[in-house]
């Protein structure tokens, strides 16, 4: 532990040499005398005076936790020997708070008699951390020095992203072969009514529609839409985002991302990631809570990484976007080569879907004419973009920071309705 001197040290050294000093020059004894309780004070503190070898244990009731959740962080901190007031300061980084009583609290250690303090921190933003890093101050007990030491037991903690409970989802226009909630829009076995026919040999009983073959004298059989699963992929554009204060389009669009993909999950569909921007991320499809843990964490890596290079859609290797994928991009349409690599997508033939994370609520129109002329020509400029794919077919919808995601995915579910698809 370093050591450094307190001012109780210097005030006390002070005295002392200043009252012999004084007492030697006047040739007053007594206050030579007076002086002497300081000096020998002085000196027995600095006889005394042991480096103390403190040992910390920090201990976490969980590693993992929603946005808004309270982590209870617990520090033991022991001693070899007795110390007379010792401080522990636990630092936290940014997104996660603590009361100010509780992050610094001081004790008095015993003899190999562990203290331990508890600290309740408050996950206020999502993301990956790593939380451990100690601060100790120790004093001796003359109060004549304090030793600091540093203590590095960080460990990570992920905060993920407290999703949006979604009622209906987008449904994909191709599904798989595996079961699932997706009415698939073939024939075949399932429970949802798709169709009439007569009936043929080998066609079960139970299919016997007895109501319309009683109307046509003859039999007729019921056809239904299989229960099959689907395979979804969100697409999360990371190239630049729009910033307000602690806001921008990269948190809501991760907030986006965590609801659908824990909604697919919770329909027994395959979801898959990918974070296109200056580093390029996936994360092949899959199912199950543990596929949804595996996605979401690698949503919390997602960060802006900024990257001049053109990077095309062909870098992702065929195997990461099936060809009957449904893919669910989140851009704020601020890049170019993520608007393009979209468009590419679509040329190549998948269901693409598009959530447009507005950044116009974070843009300051300005006061200036100019400023406000090119404000609405940006505006117009996105209008045109959102055209460009329109005309190929691609349900966009415009998503504004304080307005329901489920708002935008109905407004899609209706495009989808009425829109062809090549």
Known sequence: MKRTATPRLGAYTGLAAFGTLAGLVLGRPEVVA?????????????????????????????????????????????????????????????????????????????????RTAAVTLRTDHWGAYLVGEVSLRARDAFGLFLYEQEVDLRRPIRIYPRAETLRRLVRPLETQVSSGNQVARVKGEGIEFADLRPYAPGDRVRRINWRASARRNELWVNEHHPERNAEVVVFLDSFTEARRDEESTLDLSVRAAASLLAGYVGQRDRVGFVSFGGVLRWLQPGTGLTQLY?????????????????????????????????????????????????????????????????????????????????????????????????????????????????????????????????
């Open 34 to 114: 007076l002086a002497t309780p300081f000096a020998l004070y002085v000196c027995w503190g600095v006889l005394a005076a042991a480096r103390p070898e403190l040992m910390v244990h920090v201990a976490f009731d969980r590693d993992r936790a929603l946005e808004g959740d309270e982590l209870e962080v617990r520090v033991e901190v022991e001693s070899e020997a007795r110390v007379a007031e010792a401080e522990v300061s636990l630092e936290l980084p940014a997104g996660l708070t603590a009361a100010e009583d509780e992050r610094a609290v001081a004790v008095t250690l015993a003899f190999e008699e562990p």
């Open 294 to 422: 595996r996605v979401v964490d690698a949503l919390l890596d997602t960060e802006i990484t900024l990257n001049y290079a053109w990077k095309g859609i062909d870098i992702i290797p065929p195997g990461v976007l099936p060809p009957q994928a449904l893919v669910v991009a989140l851009t704020p349409l601020l890049d170019e080569r993520s608007i393009t690599a979209l468009l590419d997508l679509r040329a190549r033939g998948f269901d693409l879907v598009v959530v447009d994370v507005s950044p116009v609520p974070f843009a300051d129109p300005g006061t200036a004419e100019v400023e406000q002329l090119a404000y609405r020509l940006w505006k117009l400029r996105r209008e045109a973009v959102r055209a460009r794919y329109e005309r190929v077919g691609v349900a966009i919808v415009e998503w504004r920071e304080g307005t329901p995601l489920i708002s935008a995915i109905e407004e899609v579910r209706a495009f989808r309705r009425r829109a062809r698809f090549a």
